[in-house]
């Protein structure tokens, strides 16, 4: 009897030794999968240059053209291998400067006209889009997305929202401005093959537009260029 009563006290010891062990690497394990849980790049903020390809002679650009980007993604790994695909929603502002030259939009006209012009200090055309971004992300880091190298290539999807140009000048401290807005020369819909390489967080950033400025037709044939640097996470 005390042979028994001593065996099943070890065997009762021998198993709650084992279950507390274990207990304790799945507190481990749990934790461990807390701290390393990656990023997904739910969120893009990109700054960028602004610039025409495909330029004829006949327009003076100057100086480097701003631009802006912003986009909200959702991420979908692939299995557990270091790749994933992200679809998302964002805008693309753009700013190309002129030199010495205006852009003149006749309401019964057919075509965008590029006059000479000296009468403003600074003249710009914005244009703005709502963009579908499309990427497959590489990871090196797929348990911390936030270190490590990653890289990504896709493309942006863009609907015209609206586009001004607008004009400063002014003397003795004064300024005057003069805006005009049109859609009506402009090409709808944009779609351009991105990329991006970084580490971390921080990526550099580059696009090239496949879709003209203006329509067919109604202007020259110039695409838009964009590269800069672009801020992940989340």
């Known amino acids: 009897m005390k042979k028994t ?21 799945t507190d ?14 739910f969120v893009l903020i990109k700054l960028t240059t602004s610039a025409w390809a ?25 299995k557990k291998s270091h790749f994933s695909f992200a679809a998302g929603l964002g805008v693309n502002v753009q700013n190309v400067f002129f030199d010495n030259q ?8 057919t075509q965008v006209i590029f006059n000479s012009s000296t009468a403003f200090k600074r003249y710009k055309l914005t244009t703005t889009r709502l963009e579908m971004p499309l990427e497959v992300r590489f990871f090196a880091n797929n348990k911390n997305r936030n270190k490590g190298f990653k ?5 942006n999807v863009g609907l015209f ?14 300024k005057f401005n003069d805006k005009l807005t049109t859609k009506r020369f402009m090409e709808q819909w944009n779609v351009a093959p991105t990329m991006r390489i970084g580490y971390g ?5 580059g696009s090239y537009s496949i879709s003209p400025v203006f329509k067919d037709g109604a202007g020259p044939a110039v695409l838009p260029i964009s590269v800069g640097i672009c801020l992940s996470g989340l």
């Open 5 to 25: 009563i001593a065996l099943s006290a070890l065997i009762i010891c021998a198993a709650y030794g084992s279950y507390a062990q274990n207990a304790a690497n």
């Open 161 to 174: 929202i609206s586009g001004h140009t607008k004009g400063v000048s002014g003397s003795g401290g004064s």
């Open 28 to 41: 481990i394990t749990d934790k461990r999968t807390t701290v390393e849980k990656p990023s997904r790049d």
């Open 54 to 78: 495909g330029k004829p002679d006949s327009i003076n650009t100057k100086g480097i053209g701003r631009g802006f980007g912003a986009a909200i993604m959702y991420d979908f790994p692939i």
């Open 102 to 109: 205006t852009i003149y939009f006749k309401d019964t006209g």
């Open 201 to 205: 967080n921080f990526s550099i950033y």
């Open 151 to 155: 890289a990504s290539i896709g493309a």
